[in-house]
C-alpha cells in the first residue's frame, strides 16, 4: 500500500526559506568580493543559482556561481547498485582566499559534503567554505554541520526526503515519503 507524501515545504515556504539563507549569508559575510556560490549537483545546482540572484541583489554585485559534480569523489562508488549519472563541474573563478558556500538541497550524512570539499580543493585552497542546505536531516556520519539551514527535518532511517525544483521536476516542494523497502 503506497503511502501519501507529505509536504513540508512548498513553493512559498522554499523562495521565503532562500532568501532568508541569502540574508544570512550576506550578514555573515561582509566582504562581498571575496565571495561565491557552489552548488553540488544537480539540485543543489539549482538552489545555488537562486541564491545567487537573491546574494546579488542585496549586495548589488555580481557574486561567482559554480557548480561541482561529486560522483567520483564519494566513497560509496563500489556499493552503489548503479553507475553515477556525471556531470561537469564549472568553477571558472580563483577559489583561493575566497569564501566559498557549497550549496546541496539536503544534508543527511555528510560524506555528500566531503566528497563536494574534496573536489572544491581541487581547484585551489580557499579561505573558508561554508554549507547551506535546504533541509538537514541529521543522521550524521561525519562531522559536517551546516553554516545556513532552510529547515530541520527530523526523519526516521526509513524516510527519504524529496527536494524537487520546478527546473527539472516541474514543481517546487519539499516531501517526506517512506522508503520503498520499508513498504514492504
Known amino acids: 500500500m503506497d503511502q501519501p507524501e507529505k509536504v513540508v515545504l512548498d513553493q512559498d515556504d522554499i523562495r521565503r526559506t532562500l ?4 540574508h544570512e549569508i ?4 561582509a566582504a562581498s568580493d571575496a565571495l561565491a556560490l557552489v552548488g553540488i549537483h544537480r539540485r543543489g545546482a539549482i538552489l545555488a543559482a537562486r541564491l545567487k540572484s537573491l546574494v546579488d ?6 557574486v561567482p556561481l559554480g557548480d561541482l559534480d561529486i560522483s567520483f569523489y564519494r566513497d560509496d562508488l563500489s556499493v ?3 553507475q553515477p549519472v556525471v556531470h561537469a563541474s564549472h568553477i571558472d573563478f580563483p577559489v583561493e582566499d575566497r569564501t566559498v558556500v557549497i550549496v546541496d538541497d539536503v544534508l543527511y550524512t555528510g560524506r555528500t559534503v566531503r566528497a563536494a570539499i574534496e573536489a572544491l580543493f581541487g581547484y585551489g585552497r580557499p579561505a ?17 554541520r551546516p553554516d545556513y539551514v532552510g529547515k530541520n527535518l527530523p526523519t526516521a532511517r526509513a524516510e527519504r526526503v524529496n527536494v524537487r525544483v520546478e527546473e ?3 514543481v517546487d516542494e519539499v516531501t517526506i515519503s517512506e522508503l520503498e523497502e520499508a513498504l514492504a
Not at 541583489?57 to 555580481?62: P, R
Not at 573558508?128 to 559536517?144: C, F, K, T
Open 19 to 22: 532568501v532568508r539563507i541569502a
Open 26 to 29: 550576506v550578514e555573515k559575510n
Open 80 to 82: 552503489r547498485p548503479e
Open 57 to 62: 541583489d542585496l549586495l548589488d554585485a555580481e
Open 168 to 170: 527539472l521536476d516541474g
Open 128 to 144: 573558508r567554505v561554508q554549507l547551506a542546505v535546504l533541509a538537514d536531516r541529521g543522521h550524521r556520519e561525519l562531522p559536517i
